[in-house]
């Protein structure tokens, strides 16, 4: 059973930086693509960053596009999200995911997804 454990959430202010993680368990990652999604209160659950098995294909929401960073260690079986110059709007629960079957793309409706993780931006 695939299980993925997200610490490294947390409060922070505008314009600061902050890492999560996401640690798999119950598989080897390295051929699965992982991702980061999150829910803002109110909203739907949107993408964030996904990135391949093999790391050489990663995308971003437009969003996010030129302040975070997905990458893995696949070593540590282990994803992570660096999030810079955060915004009051990127306050939301982040949910890592990976997806079901090995080679196939990060989708939402065919993902294992972890409990989820707060991020609070403050001013």
């Known amino acids: 059973q695939v299980q993925l454990v997200e610490p490294g959430g947390g409060l922070v202010q505008a314009g600061d930086s902050l890492r999560l993680s996401c640690a798999a368990s119950g598989r080897t990652i390295s051929t699965y693509a992982m991702g980061w999604f999150r829910q803002a209160p109110g909203k739907e659950r949107e993408f964030v960053s996904s990135?391949?098995?093999?790391?050489?294909?990663?995308g971003y929401a437009d969003s996010v596009k030129g302040r975070f960073t997905i990458s893995r260690d696949n070593g540590r079986n282990t994803v992570y999200l660096q999030m810079n110059s955060l915004k009051l709007e990127d306050t939301a629960v982040y949910y890592c995911?990976?997806?079901?079957?090995?080679?196939?793309?990060?989708?939402?409706?065919?993902?294992?997804w972890g409990q989820g993780t707060q991020v609070t931006v403050s001013s």
């Open positions: 995911a990976t997806a079901r079957r090995s080679y196939s793309p990060l989708t939402a409706s065919s993902a294992y």
């Open positions: 990135i391949s098995g093999s790391g050489g294909v990663i």
